[in-house]
């Protein structure tokens, strides 16, 4: 059974760096068949895809967010990361990391989310 | 900026069928958008219910079910139940790796 677990600091100061990391056990993250993403939602508000990325390295992001955002991967690790930089109290959320079926495929699998809060 | 439009709320009785729907600000949703939907319940991962307009995701019960209504992207629940009060999402693929999720829709069961 594929799992997914979101892990980071649940404090982070206003105009720093937001960093979270996925680790996926139970399969392989360099599978050809899959990508892997980055979802948040804040306090009663909606979903918000942040964006994704392929084994490879390829990556594509919300072009809300594209100019703050990095996503990588470590395939050694099974392990892929999220970095959103110069963090306001907007960005506290409930970040989630997911698989998705393919580019434009929906997500299948999801971590349990990680409540990440921007305060000073 | 497209946006992606979700009824606010909508409310079915138990054992009732009910159909959110999934928009566009500017255009007609088909299979294209791959469509896919998803249930939140506070204080739980979210949980994957259909997939690319009318695929249901594994373990997920037939009530659940998937298609294009007119312009728009459909949800169709049969047969409600009281644990289907939830949050329902939908994310639509609008191409070069860009996806978006809709406002959301709170589904109450009375």
């Known amino acids: 059974q594929l799992q997914l677990q979101e892990s980071g600091p649940g404090l982070v100061k206003p105009s720093e760096t937001l960093s979270l990391t996925c680790t996926v056990s139970?399969?392989?993250?360099?599978?050809?068949?899959?990508?892997w993403g980055w979802i948040r939602q804040p306090p009663g508000k909606g979903l918000e895809w942040i964006g994704n990325i392929y084994y490879s390295g390829s990556t594509y992001y919300n072009p809300s967010l594209k100019s703050r955002v990095t996503i990588s991967v470590d395939t050694s690790k099974n392990q892929f990361s999220l970095r959103l930089s110069s963090v306001t109290a907007a960005d506290t959320a409930v970040y989630y990391c997911?698989?998705?079926?393919?580019?434009?495929?929906?997500?299948?699998?999801w971590g349990q989310g990680t409540l990440v809060t921007v305060s000073s | 900026q497209t946006v992606v439009t979700q009824e606010p709320s909508f409310s079915v009785s138990p054992g009732g069928t009910v159909t959110l729907t999934c928009g566009l600000s500017s255009d007609s949703v088909s299979t294209s958008y791959y469509a896919s939907w998803y249930q939140l319940t506070p204080g739980q991962a979210p949980r994957t219910l259909i997939y690319s307009t009318n695929t249901r995701s594994s373990g997920v019960p037939d009530r659940f079910s998937g298609s294009i209504l007119g312009n728009k992207a459909a949800l169709t629940i049969t047969g409600a139940q009281a644990d289907d009060e939830s949050d329902y999402y939908c994310v639509l693929y609008m191409g070069s790796g860009i996806s978006i999720f809709g406002g959301g829709t709170k589904l109450t069961v009375l």
């Open positions: 997911a698989r998705r079926l393919g580019l434009p495929g929906g997500f299948d699998y």
């Open positions: 139970g399969g392989s993250i360099s599978s050809s068949s899959y990508y």
